[in-house]
């Protein structure tokens, strides 16, 4: 009975709080969205999937599962989805996969670093640009991208594209300083590749771009002509000599250059949390609220 009376006016200094066109601040710590990382070590996806739900109620983030028939033996895979801003009109996407790798052995890997860190600053955001956009902004958490993109696939058969102004895909955003985008998202997505390197420049970020950009979700959008942006995040140096692998592999493994450090740690044990850093989680959640606020003052 108390919460219903409280209702209207928890709405009301809601709206009085909240400055259209103008992002809140940070909601938790460096330390708190480690924490929140960490929960989703989980020996099931089901135990991912609890730990993506326990975190979208403790942010007071409405959510809906959509299940799809998807890849796993085991049973359905689950997209989860949240949606913030009015209810019509051309949306902003966000994207992260919450699934992990399986081993040979069927065990899961930790699946922080690839990819709870990126699904864990993708909520900081929601909570951040909540009722403060001109445009809906939908955050597409996927399972069974590890699959083959299964999940992202399914929402577009399911969903359509053509309400969709923009795509922000989120995969490895758990240390370094560094940002990393692709290129390789179509010439739709000319538009979106100016205002993250507008950010950069805006923010003096270390920023560095990618001709060939390792395939995420973001490939199911841009496949569909949607505009396109995919980031992640790694130490200058590693963020380097990755780019120039990814850019040529034949010519990187016959000149004898050292595998990429991200390469031997994704789909491995090694995905532990120790190795993601809080000050990451915090920068990448700042980086893609400044990405969301400025593609909807300047989207249509």
């Not at 009975?1 to 809140?24: E, F, H, I, K, W």
């Not at 590890?146 to 795509?167: I, N, S």
Request: hydrophobic share 45%.
């Amino acid at each position: 009975m108390v919460r219903y009376a409280l209702a209207p006016l928890l709405l009301l200094a809601s709206a009085c709080a909240s400055a259209p066109g103008t992002a809140a601040g940070p909601t938790a710590t460096p330390a708190q969205l480690h924490q929140r990382v960490a929960s989703f070590a989980q020996p099931t996806q089901d135990g991912r999937l609890a730990a993506l739900k326990a975190q979208l109620d403790a942010a007071k983030l409405a959510y809906v599962v959509e299940d799809f028939p998807g890849k796993r033996p085991s049973g359905p895979g689950h997209n989860v989805i949240v949606r913030t801003g009015p209810a019509t009109g051309k949306a902003i996407l966000l994207t992260a996969h919450y699934d992990a790798e399986a081993l040979p052995d069927g065990k899961l890997v930790d699946g922080v670093v690839d990819n709870a860190a990126s699904v864990v600053s993708m909520i900081e955001t929601m909570q951040r640009i909540s009722g403060r956009t001109k445009h809906p902004v939908i955050l597409l958490v996927t399972d069974q991208e590890e699959l083959g993109l299964v999940g992202a696939k399914a929402w577009v058969e399911k969903h359509g594209t053509a309400d969709l102004a923009a795509v922000i895909n989120a995969d490895i955003n758990a240390y370094g300083d560094t940002l990393m985008h692709g290129l390789n998202n179509g010439a739709q997505s000319a538009g979106i590749t100016t205002a993250v390197r507008e950010l950069c420049t805006a923010k003096a970020m270390s920023c560095l771009d990618f001709p060939q950009y390792p395939p995420s979700d973001d490939q199911v959008f841009s496949a569909a002509g949607v505009p396109t942006v995919s980031l992640g995040y790694l130490p200058k140096a590693e963020a380097e000599a990755l780019k120039v692998f990814l850019t040529d592999p034949a010519a990187a493994m016959k000149a004898k250059m050292p595998m990429p450090a991200i390469l031997g740690l994704i789909h491995t044990p090694n995905d532990k949390i120790e190795k993601v850093e809080p000050a990451t989680l915090a920068a990448s959640a700042e980086t893609f609220t400044s990405l969301v606020m400025k593609l909807d003052a300047e989207l249509p």
